[in-house]
């Protein structure tokens, strides 16, 4: 995702939009800080595509060098999934649950996670 002269612009953003997805507010390119908030909300009752979105956002949630070595993998009901690279990530990540779960409930404004996993899984960066 990336904001643009201050207005949002994602390519999966787009894809969603596209692929025939519908919300309550209009598409329209809106200021990111009073379009996001209430998107994000609004995408949150459905897991594939609030998991395109935590993985996004995920550098901003929990911050550049937690993001280069965890990626959310998956959402199952309030439950993450969120891969690290080896088991002193896994061990030194888990110490920070509680942080990531406020962070990301408070970039949702609402309750989107109540518990992370995670797990060692290669994480692939291209």
Not at 26 to 35: A, D, L
Not at 78 to 84: D, H, I, T
Not at 112 to 121: A, C, D, G, P, W
């Amino acid at each position: 995702m990336h904001a643009l002269g201050g207005y949002l612009c994602s390519e999966n953003l787009m894809i969603l939009i596209g692929a025939g997805h519908t919300f309550r507010r209009k598409f329209e390119m809106e200021s990111f800080n009073t379009f996001l908030p209430d998107f994000l909300r609004q995408s949150a009752s459905d897991n594939d595509i609030a998991i395109i979105f935590l993985a996004e956002l995920w550098p901003q949630i929990v911050g550049a060098e937690m993001a280069a070595n965890s990626r959310p993998l998956s959402l199952n009901g309030k439950s993450l999934l969120v891969a690290v690279p080896s088991e002193v990530w896994k061990n030194e990540l888990t110490e920070f649950e509680t942080t990531f779960l406020n962070n990301i409930n408070r970039y949702w404004r609402l309750s989107l996670v109540e518990h992370i996993k995670f797990t060692v899984n290669p994480l692939n960066r291209s």
